[in-house]
């Protein structure tokens, strides 16, 4: 399915009024998705958590359709810029869009993807994840929520998966009054389902792993830094599977450390270096990564490519100062157990850490190591992960390659 399928208005009953205050319609008129409880001068019914409503301004003039949820700091997210009723069908075209813009941005023949990412493809708390035949949905609204059956079927005819599972676990559904929860929806799930990227085979715990089970936001960035390791000992801290190592090693790694604090996430890294036929050597360490690199450190242990890739470390924009300072010490000790010459590839995923004040975290820490270093590449999430213009938080990662001297 590959044709974009274009929306059509609807024409159903008027759904209730949210008028804004003063100008706050300013923002949305720009691209941006969300209106905050603070910008609503009234709403002119009683509304339940995923209610569709229309957003009004002063003037009550539409600004847009989106679902309302009265007990959360972002009150309403718009899905359209003008009036449609929220069916199976409308979920089925917003997905098909989605799908057709992947199969264009990604090489042919790719079938591990995001292949919805919420506001970005003007369906908010909503996130599509395929694996082969086998999708990961997170519902992360009320406003999807409520819309979930339907959500189902459209991801059904859409993408025709054997299985979903529903990921239904992030913290983001606290916020919007939603329980948490993981379970299987539709078909059966044996174990870990196996995907392919760029040649490698990776084993994706798609019910139990981090995010829906793979990081697959940072493929380019993996790709497009892989030759750095070759003839070089690498070091892969917060490796998770240890994705980026089997890439390093394919290119000619000389060997690869691996660390991470699970110890489910270092057995998948096994058994997908067994997988890749990879003969490099290679050491698992079972720990902390703040811990094992000042360790390293102290050892005089040195390496070529210095990978770091860290969850989220900012939950919330009172935890942003206390993430950056995290931050500039992870890669305070990277940088000193980079060779000179070396490199390290070093990345932050929280739109809440605005890019420049994560490149001035790496400075603070290239001068706490007392290094130089030159900035090779500054590089962003993949291309089925897209920003779109007036939502600056749908771009969210950044990922920066550094020379060490």
């Given at each position: 399915m590959t044709n974009t399928i274009q929306e059509s208005p609807g024409a159903g009953p008027r759904p209730p009024r949210v008028r804004l205050k003063g100008r706050e319609d300013k923002r949305l008129r720009g691209g941006?998705?969300?209106?905050?409880?603070?910008?609503?001068?009234?709403v002119e019914a009683h509304v339940e958590p995923g209610d569709?409503?229309?957003?009004v301004d002063g003037f009550g003039r539409l600004v847009g359709t989106g679902y309302i949820n009265p007990h959360s700091l972002i009150a309403v997210r718009l899905v359209s810029r003008s009036s449609v009723e929220i069916t199976e069908d409308f979920l089925t075209r917003r997905i098909a869009?989605?799908?057709?813009?992947?199969?264009?941005?990604?090489?042919?023949?790719?079938?591990a993807c995001r292949v919805v990412y919420g506001e970005a493809d003007l369906l908010p708390g909503l996130v599509v994840d395929r694996y082969g035949d086998c999708v990961a949905v997170q519902s992360l609204t009320a406003g999807i929520e409520r819309r979930l059956d339907l959500v189902l079927a459209a991801v059904q005819r859409v993408l025709e998966p054997k299985t979903i599972v529903l990921r239904n676990d992030s913290p983001m559904r606290e916020y919007e009054g939603l329980d948490v929860e993981k379970r299987v929806a539709v078909g059966e799930l044996a174990g870990p389902v196996e995907i392919e990227q760029d040649g490698h085979v990776f084993l994706?715990?798609?019910?139990?792993?981090?995010k829906t089970g793979f990081y697959l936001d940072q493929r380019e960035n993996r790709r497009e830094t892989s030759a750095l390791g070759k003839d070089r000992d690498v070091l892969d801290c917060c490796c998770y599977t240890g994705a980026w190592s089997v890439y390093a090693a394919a290119a000619g790694a000389t060997s690869v450390t691996l660390v991470d604090s699970s110890g489910p996430a270092?057995?998948?890294a096994r058994s997908n270096w067994e997988r890749n036929g990879l003969a490099t050597p290679n050491e698992l360490v079972d720990a902390d990564a703040f811990k094992t690199l000042a360790e390293l450190g102290r050892a005089g242990r040195r390496f070529g490519l210095v990978i770091l890739d860290p969850p989220s470390l900012a939950r919330g924009r009172k935890h942003v100062r206390e993430?950056?300072?995290a931050h500039r010490t992870l890669n305070r000790l990277a940088i000193a157990v980079t060779r000179p010459g070396g490199h390290l590839v070093t990345s932050k995923c929280s739109h809440l850490i605005e890019s420049e004040a994560f490149m001035n975290s790496l400075v603070g820490a290239a001068r706490e190591a007392g290094r130089h270093a030159r900035v090779i590449a500054v590089r962003g999430q993949s291309l089925d992960h897209p920003v779109i213009l007036g939502l600056p938080e749908t771009g969210y990662l950044q990922c920066v390659v550094l020379e060490v001297i």
């Open positions: 941006h998705l969300w209106v905050f409880s603070n910008e609503i001068r009234d569709v409503v229309h957003v869009n989605a799908h057709a813009h992947r199969e264009r941005a990604l090489p042919d023949g790719t079938r994706v715990d798609v019910l139990g792993g981090q270092l057995e998948l993430a950056l300072k």
